[in-house]
C-alpha cells in the first residue's frame, strides 16, 4: 500500500474524526447542525478525493495554503504518491520549495511564460532565462534563516527587544534606551 493510501486515508480520517457525528457530519456551516471546516481541513480532504477519484489528471492550485508546516509536508508527500501513481498533476503554487521534485517547473511572470525546467536547471547558474525562479527560491529560503533575508529596498529588520523595554506612559516619556 503506498504512502496515500496509508497516510492519506489516515488524514480524512484524523478530519472525519474530530466532527460532532463524524462521517455524518454535515460540512456546510450554513444548514442546521452544519458545521464549518477549515481552510486546511477541506485541503487534507481534498487530496484524499483525488487518490480515490483515480482520474488522470489533477490540477492543485496551492493545496497546502491553509496547512501549518507539518501538515503541508504530509500534502506534498500525497502528491507525490499521486504522481507516482502514474496521475498526472499539475501544481499552482507561489511557494518555489514545494516544485522540487516536479518533473517540469514553467515560471510565469505577468502571467507570460518566462523560464522552463526541472529544479536543477532552473537553479544552475548561466541557467537560460532571467533567473526568476533561482531568485524567489532563494528569497524564500532565507527567510527560514536567523536573521531573515536581505529584501531590496528596505531596511535591516528592527533589533530584537531584550525584554528590558517598557513603553512610554505619557505622551511626553520617552522609552528608557530610546533618543528623542
Known amino acids: 500500500?503506498?504512502?496515500?493510501?496509508?497516510?492519506?486515508?489516515?488524514?480524512?480520517?484524523?478530519?472525519?474524526?474530530?466532527?460532532?457525528?463524524?462521517?455524518?457530519t454535515l460540512c456546510e456551516k450554513g444548514y442546521?447542525?452544519?458545521?464549518?471546516?477549515?481552510?486546511?481541513?477541506?485541503?487534507?480532504?481534498?487530496?484524499?478525493?483525488?487518490?480515490?477519484?483515480g482520474a488522470g489528471l489533477l490540477i492543485c492550485d496551492e493545496p497546502t495554503s491553509s496547512m501549518?508546516?507539518?501538515?503541508?509536508?504530509?500534502?506534498?508527500?500525497?502528491?507525490?504518491?499521486?504522481?507516482?501513481d502514474g496521475q498526472t498533476v499539475i501544481l499552482v503554487t507561489h511557494r518555489p520549495h514545494s516544485v522540487r521534485s516536479a518533473d517540469v517547473i514553467h515560471v510565469l511572470d505577468?502571467?507570460?511564460?518566462?523560464?522552463?525546467?526541472?529544479?536543477?536547471?532552473?537553479?544552475?547558474?548561466?541557467?537560460?532565462?532571467?533567473?526568476?525562479?533561482r531568485k524567489l527560491f532563494t528569497l524564500h529560503s532565507e527567510q527560514y534563516r536567523t536573521g531573515g533575508?536581505?529584501?531590496p529596498g528596505r531596511s535591516a529588520p528592527p533589533a530584537p527587544r531584550t525584554g528590558a523595554e517598557r513603553p512610554a506612559e505619557r505622551a511626553d516619556e520617552t522609552v528608557p534606551g530610546s533618543t528623542t
Not at 492519506?8 to 457525528?21: C, S
Not at 452544519?34 to 477519484?53: E, P
Not at 502571467?111 to 525546467?117: F, I, N, S, T, Y
Request: net charge negative; no cysteine; aromatic share 8%.
Open 149 to 151: 533575508p536581505e529584501v
Open 1 to 24: 500500500m503506498n504512502g496515500l493510501k496509508d497516510g492519506g486515508a489516515a488524514g480524512a480520517h484524523q478530519v472525519v474524526g474530530e466532527l460532532p457525528r463524524g462521517w455524518d
Open 110 to 133: 505577468q502571467g507570460r511564460l518566462v523560464e522552463a525546467g526541472d529544479f536543477a536547471a532552473l537553479m544552475a547558474e548561466g541557467h537560460q532565462g532571467p533567473g526568476l525562479f
Open 32 to 53: 442546521e447542525g452544519g458545521v464549518d471546516l477549515s481552510g486546511g481541513q477541506w485541503q487534507r480532504l481534498a487530496l484524499v478525493r483525488a487518490y480515490y477519484r
Open 68 to 84: 501549518d508546516p507539518a501538515a503541508e509536508i504530509a500534502a506534498f508527500q500525497q502528491i507525490r504518491d499521486l504522481a507516482g
